[in-house]
């Protein structure tokens, strides 16, 4: 395989990837959460005690966005943009690199989202 395709495909490929992992992660996390609560209250159903209460969970309350998520994926996709800036200009091209800084300055945004998250959960009751 050229070494051009490969410097331009990798990313497009991990792109998708990482754009289709989170949304089957929180489908997978809501379907456990699920199936955890249909079972407990099977249970509580066959032995005929009362329902047990739900205790705020939502399906909703799973997919807020907290700032340690953004901090997370911030610094994660900073690295991975700066790990892909210095292998592609070392290895393949100077200006072909510059494409690695793409998900580096992603990173930088999800830096200030969480900056912004943590002002407003100190601000907000």
Not at 17 to 40: D, N, Q, W
Not at 72 to 83: K, S, T
């Amino acid at each position: 395989m050229d070494l051009f395709w490969l410097a331009v495909m990798s990313p497009i490929v991990l792109g998708v990837f990482a754009g289709m992992l989170p949304t089957y992660l929180s489908h997978r996390r809501k379907e456990m959460l699920l199936k955890h609560l249909h079972s407990e209250r099977m249970a509580a159903i066959e032995k005929g005690l009362p329902l047990p209460e739900l205790a705020g969970i939502t399906l909703d309350s799973i997919d807020t966005p907290n700032a340690a998520g953004s901090l997370r994926g911030g610094i994660a996709l900073i690295l991975v943009g700066l790990v892909l800036y210095v292998a592609t200009a070392r290895f393949i091209d100077e200006d072909m690199a510059l494409f690695g800084l793409v998900p580096a300055a992603v990173g930088v945004a999800n830096l200030v989202y969480a900056a912004i998250l943590w002002r407003r959960a100190r601000v907000a009751p």
